[in-house]
């Protein structure tokens, strides 16, 4: 089975930063996009950032050049850099990960895992 599990989320005032983590354990082979959603009541879940395995990323609008998503592929870790921070980013942060799983200590199938999410509240 694959986990993944985030910190990070807190209370932070309008302007200041938060650094978000999502480490991936399990029966890993490897490990293609890892990705960052938010989620508020009422909406829909969005993509907030997401990075391949290459290195390749892509930022939704409304945070580009206050996000840097960033991965250490050797911990299988997702980072999101967050500053800047307003109101308007309070959600519910979500991991997400395509992971190629191990059967048998061979590569299995590739399959789409989600973190618990961490609540990120901004206060103005």
């Known amino acids: 089975q694959v986990q993944l599990v985030e910190s990070g989320g807190a209370l932070v005032q309008a302007g200041g930063s938060l650094r978000l983590s999502c480490a991936a354990s399990?029966?890993?082979?490897?490990?293609?996009?890892m990705a960052w959603y938010r989620q508020v009541p009422g909406k829909q879940r969005e993509l907030v950032a997401s990075m391949t395995s290459g290195g390749s990323t892509n930022y939704a609008e409304s945070v580009k050049g206050r996000f840097t998503i960033s991965r250490d592929n050797a911990k299988n870790t997702v980072y999101l850099q967050m500053n800047s921070l307003k109101p308007e980013d309070t959600a519910v942060y979500y991991c997400?990960?395509?992971?190629?799983?191990?059967?048998?200590?061979?590569?299995?199938?590739?399959?789409?895992?989600w973190g618990q999410g961490t609540q990120v509240t901004v206060s103005s």
């Open positions: 399990g029966t890993i082979f490897s490990i293609n996009v």
């Open positions: 997400n990960a395509d992971v190629m799983t191990l059967l048998l200590g061979a590569p299995s199938a590739l399959l789409n895992y």
